[in-house]
């Protein structure tokens, strides 16, 4: 079992930054990859960026050059980070981290809003 704890949403105005953080704890030696999704009011959860044991990054192209995720492993937990710049209007959405476990098992944060006001 992976428990995960989100933190870090809020209001901002257009071009300002937040950054997202996620610990897991719990079987966080059988973690493979970690990522971020989102979904908006009216639409589907999509990948917003995901980073995978061996460090190899994925980003959705709405969000590249303007979100960095980054992950910091700590001897119990394992925190995966999204540093989010340039934020526009339709970054708004709400914000889950997913974990996924080498027996492919998939845990899902609890989600925190991101609101970008223009």
């Known amino acids: 079992q992976v428990q995960l704890v989100e933190s870090g949403g809020g209001l901002v105005q257009a071009g300002g930054s937040l950054r997202l953080s996620c610990a897991a704890s719990?079987?966080?030696?059988?973690?493979?990859?970690m990522g971020w999704y989102r979904q908006a009011p009216g639409k589907q959860r999509e990948l917003v960026a995901s980073?995978?044991?061996?460090?190899?990054?994925?980003?959705a192209d709405s969000v590249k050059g303007r979100f960095t995720i980054s992950r910091d492993n700590a001897k119990n937990t394992v925190t995966v980070y999204l540093q989010m710049n340039s934020l526009k209007p339709e970054d708004t959405a709400v914000y889950y981290c997913?974990?996924?476990?080498?027996?492919?098992?998939?845990?899902w944060g609890q989600g925190t809003q991101v609101t970008v006001s223009s």
């Open positions: 997913r974990v996924v476990t080498d027996y492919r098992n998939v845990y």
């Open positions: 719990g079987s966080i030696f059988s973690i493979t990859s």
């Open positions: 980073i995978i044991s061996g460090g190899s990054t994925n980003y």
